[in-house]
């Protein structure tokens, strides 16, 4: 069982950045690859970013691209998405995901966080 925990959402203006975080605890977090998603209410659940366990696949939903960046300390047992120029439509409950598939864009992730909650006002 791995327990993910997201942390640093909260409300920002338009065109302001926000730093989230995602601690993972519980099995060994080695070999698992990240995602985070992101849900409006009455929407789906949307791909926002992925990383690799090594760190060196990275991908992002075009929406994000050159906007947010996902990392990962796997010493710390830690995956962060830094999140600037912040737009209203960002507003969502952000999620992290773990699984250990060998696609690092995750379809069906094994492991959910419970989610933070990002809002940019405009």
């Known amino acids: 069982q791995v327990r993910l925990v997201e942390s640093g959402g909260g409300l920002v203006q338009a065109g302001g950045h926000l730093n989230l975080s995602c601690a993972a605890s519980?099995?060994?977090?080695?070999?698992?690859?990240m995602n985070w998603f992101r849900q409006v209410p009455g929407k789906e659940r949307e791909f926002v970013a992925a990383i690799s366990w090594s760190g060196g696949s990275i991908y992002y939903a075009d929406s994000v691209k050159g906007r947010f960046t996902i990392s990962r300390d796997n010493a710390k047992n830690m995956v962060y998405l830094q999140m600037i120029s912040l737009r209203p439509e960002d507003t969502a409950v952000y999620y992290c995901?773990?699984?250990?598939?060998?696609?690092?864009?995750?379809?069906?992730?094994?492991?959910w966080g419970q989610g933070t909650q990002v809002t940019v006002s405009s």
């Open positions: 519980g099995r060994t977090f080695v070999g698992y690859t």
């Open positions: 995901a773990a699984d250990r598939s060998r696609s690092v864009v995750l379809s069906r992730p094994e492991y």
